[in-house]
């Protein structure tokens, strides 16, 4: 007589929302998932214009009682967004300088650690004052803060002032690495040093990533999604971007029908579905499953 075959555990992964902060429309959208466990995480862009104490108070809530999403800091740096701190540079019309610039000058070593330094700390107080609390986690908007010398800016502040807190690296699993795919193999290169620089400081970060598409191609996200979870080991973390479409969002960044395309998946049937045929659970913020 045969012993039953006894089920493997699920891999534990995070499934992070970005942007909250940026419209009330994704705001409301990233609550929902989180309201339904069908995400576990949502990066918080304290330099948006629609975060406020409000917008705040409404995703903290949805922890009461029991942690059902870890909250992070969206670190921003790049426009439309602008600086909060007041000695910030350089700037474009009172903004940030745009993603390109803005890569353009950290790989040629233009920019400045000091100034670096205090905007991230300035952005990582106001998440503070608006959840009385530290960030599970950082990231960066745009993956900004994997970015040459922003790194070394971000990672200080987050050893100096969140110890506790793990960043985000956005290399994929080894064996999940494509060449074809421009963007990610960027991602890829960027993270190598970023998860050293980390290691070295003793701040830990997610195994690997997903997430990364050609928002520009619109492709069929329900199609696309099974992909991230090819290789992704446990601990390994998703981004995502669901959201509704307001006039806010529109003023402020091309990634607008997409989301809800995401927001869609993540609410249908088929995507708990997925999880399960995959054997994969959204990881429990505050448990076992925690980024070590």
């Known amino acids: 007589m045969s012993l039953p075959r006894l089920r493997a555990a699920p891999r534990q992964i995070w499934l992070c929302a970005d942007d909250y902060g940026i419209s009330p429309a994704v705001n409301a959208a990233i609550r929902e998932l989180i309201l339904r466990r069908r995400i576990n995480a949502t990066s918080v862009m304290v330099a948006a214009p629609h975060f406020n104490a409000d917008e705040a108070k409404a995703v903290d809530l949805l922890n009461t009682g029991e942690q059902r999403a870890a909250l992070g800091l969206h670190v921003a740096l790049t426009a439309p967004f602008r600086p909060l701190s007041d000695g910030f540079a350089p700037r474009r019309d009172g903004c940030f300088p745009p993603l390109k610039d803005m890569m353009r000058l950290a790989m040629t070593r233009r920019l400045r650690f000091e100034p670096l330094a205090i905007e991230v700390a300035t952005q990582l107080r106001a998440f503070v004052a608006a959840f009385g609390r530290l960030p599970d986690f950082v990231d960066g908007h745009q993956h900004v803060h994997l ?132 054997g994969v659970a959204l990881a429990r913020p505050g448990g076992s499953g925690d980024t070590a």
């Open 147 to 278: 970015f040459p010398q922003v790194r070394d800016a971000v990672l200080t502040v987050v050893a100096e002032a969140a110890p506790t807190a793990w960043v985000r690296q956005c290399g994929r699993a080894r064996s999940w690495r494509r060449l074809h795919d421009r963007k990610q193999l960027v991602l890829d290169v960027l993270s190598l040093r970023f998860r050293r620089k980390a290691a070295r400081r003793g701040i830990a970060t997610n195994p690997a990533f997903a997430g990364a598409y050609d928002f520009a191609g619109r492709p069929d996200y329900a199609r696309l999604f099974p992909r991230f979870l090819a290789g992704l080991p446990d601990g390994g973390l998703i981004m995502c971007h669901p959201g509704f479409v307001d006039a806010a969002l529109k003023s402020l960044d091309p990634l607008t029908t997409q989301r809800e395309q995401e927001f869609a998946y993540f609410e249908s049937d088929a995507f708990p579905r997925l999880l399960a045929e995959r």
